[in-house]
């Protein structure tokens, strides 16, 4: 799907196109679809009313004459360039993909100055090649509905060269978030480090340095930490740079880190096998660091980037990582492993490390699927974002790097695609890995075990100062500080009695879960707990 820009005198009106009107909520008709109705002898202004159209957000109206087919298409009440004009994006194309028609114009928005019309016509296209996107690589017999795929799509417009350039940016971002997408849909046999490896290093043609270090430089280093995850493994773990140097005079950097955990069974911590089979998704924040490097580089941004991604497998076997272990990451911080399905924050501790020690960067964004308890909490369209740093937060928000309309903050109550949680000074730590907490009380520096989402936030040591933004894409950073608890009459080691609903039930201390059994009333709950130590 080709975009290019035109003007109204340019188009040619054949019948065999689809030619597109957005109208917002006055349902006030634009110059072109004034003009167009002298094309096709109908009133549009009939056509609303007999169809009761009322603009609402990509609501359609596709209308097939003799002479020539159009679609209304409703931009809703107001509109911006920003997620919801790619949101809008998407619809559109979803509205028409299957209409029959290869080649598309899009003209003009209402009455908006044409400057904001060519920022939202950006945002549309964008999304609107987003929505195309679709992984048939595996698949044996094509679709008879390929055929039908929409070609090329023109924009009327005023000739400037703003859309112009920025269709030029939309191709190199949707080359970098097209290479993520495809690196994610990739099945844990094919995608395999080594594999990942290989196709980081096919971005050196397109001036990305990269440097990959494998098993023996990382031991030679101290990275126990990301390489106790790979030891069940038969693949080969690895920790892959790549730097786009686009300031050559400045010293300036900043940095993206990537969870690249090419498949997740848990380890010795073994997951259950429901739903298993995504966890060829752990390694979602590499590829999108990948996919992001990619997009950089053929923009040819003027920064100094540094993306590093820490690739492994972590697969239960008789070298696997046990729960109970003790491993030192490479800060010389020893970590207890509770639970071995906590692997990610083991990877992206020796990897923000080496990544802050080494390159030493104004500012880290990692980004990791860490956890699936994100999706319970924000939902599957917004990502829990972690800082240690309130004004790089703020920044990516106010960039509208992925903000929402400001409709629909109103309307949901979010601050944007991004949800924020302030680290605050309590951690003094600082903003890390979340593989850390303070455990004076134990045998090793620090914890790292599977908590669960309703447990206070804690962030791991691993920054030492830089400003750092944790982007949990389907997870989040999460441990627990260790607190002496009261010993209240009825909360032994074995459990702890609490009301749920209407009945008493027990929670075990040891597992977090709750035992089966229900109680009618607390007297009976106790009697319970009673019970079981008399027996035990």
Known sequence: ????????????????????????????????????????????????????????????????????????FGTGKSLNPNYESEKLGGTLYSSINKSGFKNITIFEIGNLPSSKQEKIFSKILIGMKMRSYS???????????????????????????YLENQLKINKALYSGISMARDLISEPANILTPDRF?????????????IDVLDEEKMNSLGMNALLGVGKGSKQKSYLAVMKWNGNKKSKKKIAFVGKGVCF????????????????????????????????????????????????????????????????????????????????????????LYYTN??????????????????????????????????KLSKKLHEDRWMQQADSDI????????????????????GCSSGCWEHAEDAIADGHLDGSLWGRRIGLAKAYCGAKHESVQSQGKLITEKKKKKKKTGKCPESGCITKRGKSWRIISNRTGKLWKAKYDSKKDAEDGLDAYHANK
């Open 410 to 429: 109103e309307r949901r109550g979010t601050e944007g695609v991004f949800h924020r949680y302030c680290v605050d000074k309590g951690y003094k730590d």
């Open 197 to 209: 490896i290989k196709i980081i290093n096919e971005l050196t043609k397109i001036g990305i340095e």
């Open 357 to 390: 020690k080494t390159y030493e960067p104004e500012a880290i964004i990692d980004l990791a699927t860490l956890t699936g308890a994100i999706i319970t909490a924000l939902g599957n369209e917004r990502a829990g974002l972690f800082s240690n740093n309130e």
């Open 135 to 161: 992984f048939l690589k595996y698949k044996t017999k094509s679709n008879d509905n390929e055929q039908l795929n929409i070609e090329s799509v023109k924009i009327v417009t005023k000739k400037g060269n």
């Open 264 to 351: 997740d069974s848990g380890g010795l911590s073994l997951k259950s096998s429901k739903g298993m089979e995504d966890m060829k998704w752990d390694m979602g924040g590499a590829g999108i660091v990948v996919g992001a490097m990619k997009a950089i580089a053929l923009q040819k941004i003027k920064k100094n980037i540094v993306g590093v991604v820490g690739l492994v497998e972590n697969m239960p076997d008789a070298n696997a990582q046990r729960p109970g272990d003790i491993v030192k990451s490479m800060s010389g911080k020893t970590i207890e492993v509770l639970n071995t399905d906590a692997e990610g924050r083991l990877v992206l501790a020796d990897a």
């Open 1 to 72: 799907m080709e975009f290019s820009v035109t003007t109204f005198e340019e188009v040619n009106w054949n019948n065999g196109e689809l030619f597109i009107f957005p109208i917002d909520s006055n349902l006030k008709l634009s110059k072109n679809l004034k003009a167009f109705q002298s094309k096709i002898d109908i009133k549009i202004k009939d056509v609303l009313k007999n169809s009761k159209f009322k603009s609402n957000f990509g609501q359609t109206i596709l209308i097939r004459t003799a002479k020539l087919s159009f679609l209304l």
